[in-house]
């Protein structure tokens, strides 16, 4: 049975093209960027040619980007890097209550560490309102964090007006860029962020690889110690295959950022308008204008998410409830939670997130699978009403 | 390479092919358990005829292993009689499913749960209609 992969926000397959200068590099460049003999002065050069295509691809200098293990990463060094670096000038952090668990278990290892944290909350569409980040910002907040766009709803965040409140008031700004990075125009330059994150994996990229931006002159307080690697923000010899082949994945993601947003987009609206036509009481999650063109998260009334997927995987799908990290609790998605989605309806709600490899065919087959499985598990729920009452 | 299922084959049999789906119109005994909020809720309908069940529906809103769960044991107490019945526990469920993944064993406790109540209440109702029965007499 062909398989089709509609969970391009947990991971996307590593490209043919990333994977040819990858294997390039690990059976042609032995040395460690460090060393200053040949080898090593080979290996530097494709660390630093990949940083320069990071780079670009966001409109920043080569300095500012500094490779890390992944966007998880990425988002900790931000946030403690600048808590535990700013912790004299004050403790009051301000985040929102959709952010990924990345931002919102470091929020509170900081307040068990004695920082304060305001979790902002967010509208029925998933959008935290600028106003009210103004108006929670004191003398010693010390750091704003807001997400470019959710990976579980797709919801492109106010950031540019978010970024720019920052400034005013002074204080650094961080994004957590990871899912909008390859499918909405993202720039640093427009953006003006202190801080920003992004994950190799979400483009096409390898696995183990993210990048922390920082804008030059800010300052953070690593995670690790041990060397001079990254400017000393992570130390660590340098993932050269991974770090290459990020930088290709960022090339390739610009290039066809324009042809490929609006391809998903149309492939997106065609399996969002199929569901509802083909599917009574179903309900779309997030502001239908502010979405990433990939991702499509919606709640399927009287019946309950992993029997769907189940359903789904019996012929050949794949799609996720809720990010992938948290498929294993119980509890309904934080995120559809926060936006007053109720429980029940929470528990009932699926992510589909399309990528390079989604054909028409794949999304017109989706269709008519799902609708098939949403049918069978209403007949068997205790909450279906019964037919034309 | 092994990629581990989610489910074993019988799971995977009852969640696509659940046996005695659905509502009895006049029940003798219906138990409801468990919390939609949390993903899960059973309900279970029994018919009773001399203190044997003969048969029984349920229903379930949840994940693919309580509605395996719920499928399996309607065949398991299907002609039992209720003294049977009620002993049978979430683990011989679980067991008749060729077992389940350890996140999942709280499932199966749904069916065991629901079982229960659908026998307490067909015997609250049994005392009831006794208790009304006497008073009938007490009258007479």
Redesign the interface.
Known sequence: MEKIYLDNNATTPVRKEVLEVMFDLYRGVPGNPSSIHFFGRQARGYVDEARRKVASTIGAEPSEIIFTGGGTEADNLAIQGIAFSRQEKGNHIITQATEHNAVLHVCRFLEEQGFEVTYLPVSREGLVDPAEVERSIRPETILITVMTANNETGVIQPVEEIGELARVHRVPFHTDAIQALGKIPFSVQALKPDLASFSAHKVYGPKGVGVLYIRSGTRVRPLVYGGHHEGGNRPGTENVAGIVGFGRACELAIDELETEGERLRLLRDRLRSGILEKIPNVKRNGAPDLLLPNTLNMSFE??????IL??LE?EGIAASTGSACTS?E???SHVLSAMGVP??LA?GSIRFSLGRENTRKEIDYTITILAGVVRR?R?????HPEEGS | MNIEA??SDKV?DH??N?RN??EIEVPDGVG?VGN????????LYLKVKDDRITDVRF??????A??AV?SMVTEMVKGKTLEEAIIISNKKVAEALDGLPP?KMHCSLLAEDALKAAIEEYRAKQEGMADVQSEHHQED
Not at chain 2, 59 to 64: L, N
């Open positions: 009287f019946v309950e998410g992993e029997g189940l359903g019996t294993d119980p509890e309904p429980g029940v528990q598990l007949e068997i729920s205790p909450f | 989610p489910y995977m969640f696509n659940p789906v659905g409801m939609p909020v949390c993903g899960d809720v059973m309900k229903q379930t809103f949840g994940c693919g309580a509605i719920g996140a």
